[in-house]
């Protein structure tokens, strides 16, 4: 099974920025969708922020659009997601999630890191 491992979330400012990672391996080639989800405080369900797909297609959520690109290297194996113009409502755990069709992904269905948080102040 693939293994994801996230990085680079943090404590900044709101209108601040960061570069969340995800290291892929373990064959996340064989995924054709790959995702970024957060679960705020209080929130039981992780909500989906980003998804790209194995032709590049992308989906945001409306909350995200304009502030958060998603990206992949497919060289390295690592996702990306730039979010910018962080708002206090952005805090939440963020998780990195593949499988073979972004339908599929709901968590605990699919394939998911351990997270990395950001807070926004």
């Known amino acids: 099974d693939v293994q994801l491992v996230e990085s680079g979330g943090g404590s900044v400012q709101a209108g601040g920025s960061l570069r969340l990672a995800c290291a892929a391996s373990?064959?996340?080639?064989?995924?054709?969708?790959m995702g970024w989800y957060r679960q705020a405080p209080g929130n039981e369900k992780r909500a989906k922020v980003a998804?790209?797909?194995?032709?590049?297609?992308?989906t945001y959520a409306d909350s995200v659009k304009g502030r958060f690109t998603i990206s992949k290297d497919t060289s390295k194996y690592t996702l990306y997601l730039q979010v910018n113009d962080l708002k206090l409502e952005d805090t939440a755990m963020y998780y990195c999630?593949?499988?073979?069709?972004?339908?599929?992904?709901?968590?605990?269905?699919?394939?998911w890191g351990q997270g990395t948080q950001v807070t926004v102040s």
């Open positions: 373990g064959g996340p080639e064989r995924y054709d969708c």
């Open positions: 998804t790209i797909e194995r032709d590049g297609r992308t």
């Open positions: 999630a593949a499988d073979y069709s972004c339908e599929y992904i709901d968590y605990p269905f699919g394939y």
